[in-house]
């Protein structure tokens, strides 16, 4: 259950700003990619994870353990054995851009890399599905997606209302399904990309 206003909307996001040392210990692509799985997929072991990215159970199990002692993974509570350990990403959103972190060359190349590495995982995942969707999905499915970009011209005040409006939509979204099961559910990725274009000389 979340926390809500007086006119029942749900209370404003508070993402977790990782640290230098958070940040350091993301900061290779497996982990990230790790990371991704057991935030679209749930909990995972590392023979799941394994066998999900190609990686042996040694890698994934080393790199869970260097998640898990920075608090970006836990182990899930009542599941699995002392050989087959469960692990899970806390709820709540992260925020890679921590501007402590920014002002060191190690923080500032730490949080590029975890960036890049989230933005090609999410670009490998869209060109997979515009590559194997049509075929592979059924027709409702391929009916409910939306894959699309917009151009406009807006005022920074204008573009924070814009994205705000995007992202309560997709919080509502979050909060409600979170953890739904069941016939026909299925992890579904949502994206939101809402950021100015670099100026031209006519703009200014």
Do not use: C
């Not at 926390?3 to 700003?17: F, G, S, W």
């Not at 699309?148 to 997709?170: G, K």
């Amino acid at each position: 259950m979340t926390d809500e206003l007086p006119d029942n909307r749900p209370a404003p996001r508070q993402d977790r700003v990782l640290d230098v040392g958070a940040l350091r210990a993301l900061a290779h692509p497996l982990r990230v990619r790790m990371f991704d799985m057991l935030s679209q997929y749930g909990p995972q072991t590392a023979s799941t994870l394994a066998a999900r990215l190609g990686e042996s159970s040694g890698a994934t199990s080393y790199h869970l353990r260097a998640l898990a002692a920075h608090r970006l993974i836990r182990e899930v509570e009542g599941r699995g054995t002392a050989r087959e350990r469960w692990w899970e990403r806390p709820a709540g959103g992260i925020e890679l851009m921590n501007p402590d972190a920014m002002k060191t060359p190690a923080g500032r190349a730490a949080s590029q890399m975890v960036m890049t590495e989230f933005l090609r995982n999410r670009h490998d995942q869209l060109v997979d599905y515009s590559e194997r969707g049509a075929d592979a999905e059924t027709q409702p499915w391929r009916d409910a997606v939306i894959i699309s970009t917009a151009n406009t011209r807006l005022t920074v005040e204008q573009t924070r209302q814009l994205s705000q409006a995007i992202q309560a939509l997709i919080d509502e979204a979050v909060s409600n399904h979170r953890d739904q099961v069941g016939e026909g559910v299925r992890p579904v990725t949502i994206r939101a990309d809402v950021f100015p274009l670099p100026e031209q000389a006519d703009d200014k």
